[in-house]
């Protein structure tokens, strides 16, 4: 066989990954929470506890506005401080995280979750943002 056809077979492989990858976690942010648009967020987050779930640094380089940041890598140790009885809106760079912090939540008890539709990439409503010397 060449190597060409290796190259091939690879680059399918990590194509068919990807797009598993992909469908795992739609099917989580489904059973986990809600996609919410912009629009949506922006109507409902004055009700709701607003959690970052990025890293600290990413966060203190840019956030929504009344955000508060709770890293996933440190998630499991600080989301008990988390009501159960108001809506959590989470959101990240895009959605990946979000949806893994929604399903921690689920299975922790939490029922009012929702995600922001493409993260803060997409974002254009209010944020706070550090500002470059």
Do not use: C
Not at 14 to 28: A, C, D, P, Q
Not at 42 to 58: H, P, S
Not at 89 to 98: E, G, H, L, M
């Amino acid at each position: 066989m060449s190597i060409w056809w290796k190259i091939n077979i690879v680059l399918i492989a990590v194509l068919v990954l990807f797009g598993l990858y992909e469908l795992v976690v739609r099917i989580m942010m489904r059973r986990s929470a809600k996609i919410i648009t912009q629009e949506e967020f922006q109507a409902g987050m004055r009700k709701a506890q607003i959690i970052d779930v990025r890293e600290r640094d990413e966060f203190n380089a840019k956030h929504i506005l009344g955000a508060r940041s709770f890293p996933f890598s440190m998630f499991k140790e600080t989301y008990a401080s988390l009501r159960k009885d108001q809506p959590i809106y989470i959101y990240d760079q895009n959605k990946a995280v979000s949806a893994r912090a929604a399903n921690l939540l689920r299975k922790k008890g939490y029922t009012d979750l929702y995600i922001l539709k493409g993260g803060i990439q997409e974002w254009t409503g209010k944020v706070k943002q550090k500002k470059v010397d």
